[in-house]
């Protein structure tokens, strides 16, 4: 892979989080997460497809490895940048929903970046993209994969951060109730609740089915004997009378 392809592109990546820092104004910082995110989960999906399809090749593996980890820079450049303005609450709860996006989509596309990764290490060592900044070139210990999972713990972190400094009470419940949906708190405690009253119910009703089943069949059992019984009677009965007649004629 040419060298100067991915020097050129992190030149750019620095250049374009330098501009972060000096020329955004407030509000573009919000902007640029929720657009870099926007842009992220339109080429992860792309690369799901050729992965899927199995026309992923090495090269374009390691070009998708420096796409991806600079769009990932870009968001946490503009997000932490943010977090050293002053913002409105409105505008932290928009920076918290873009990090949030960020987070699940990074969780969604899980398995293409492992499969990003893995075709990557088919390349020579000297051709693999230097990700880690405190590795070699070609280090096999990192890749988009384990970045994705830093990121997401770096943006659960954020994500608090913000959140406490919102004011507004109406604000913080809402990001607060949004943040839950997100990682399903909430809806995974309602189900689990509703399936606990389920099972109970169900419980209830086959413990219900089975004292009556079991009561109809003690009670068939009981009619059962009773009338093996009755019919052991007669052929009892039967028996004695059939010896009483042998005996009379036998006198006779």
């Known amino acids: 892979m040419n060298k100067k392809i991915i020097i050129g ?33 339109n080429e992860l999906a792309s690369l799901e497809t050729s992965v899927s399809a ?12 420096l796409m991806i980890v600079a769009r990932i820079d870009s968001i946490n450049a503009a997000a932490n940048a943010g977090q050293k303005v002053t913002l409105t609450d409105k505008q932290r709860a928009q920076l918290i929903g873009g990090l949030e996006r ?44 384990s970045i994705a999972t830093e990121t997401i713990e770096i943006v659960e972190d954020q994500v608090v951060e913000i959140t406490e400094d919102i004011v507004d009470e109406d604000i913080f419940a809402e990001v607060r109730a949004s ?16 399936n606990e009253k389920l099972d109970e119910d169900q419980v209830v009703i086959e413990d219900g089915e089975t004292s009556e089943s079991y009561e109809e069949n003690e009670a068939n059992t009981m009619v059962e004997s009773d009338a ?8 009892s009965s039967g028996v004695d009378g059939s010896i009483e007649i042998e005996s009379e004629l036998d006198t006779n």
Request: net charge negative; no cysteine; charged share 25%.
């Open 54 to 65: 199995g026309t992923l090749s090495p090269e374009n593996a390691a070009k998708a490895q």
């Open 102 to 145: 960020l987070k699940q989509i990074l969780i969604k596309y899980k398995d293409t970046l492992v499969a990003v990764d893995n075709e990557v290490l088919k390349l020579p060592v000297a051709e693999r993209p230097k990700l880690n900044r405190r590795s070699e070139v070609g280090s096999s210990t990192t890749g988009v994969a």
């Open 228 to 235: 093996d019984i009755v019919s052991e009677d007669s052929a």
């Open 9 to 41: 592109i992190g030149t750019i990546t620095i250049l374009a989080i330098g501009w972060l820092f000096l020329g955004y104004s407030t509000v573009q910082y919000v902007t640029v997460v929720a657009d870099e995110v926007t842009q992220l989960e």
């Open 179 to 194: 943040s839950s949906d997100e990682v399903g708190g909430d809806d995974v405690a309602g189900t689990v609740e509703e």
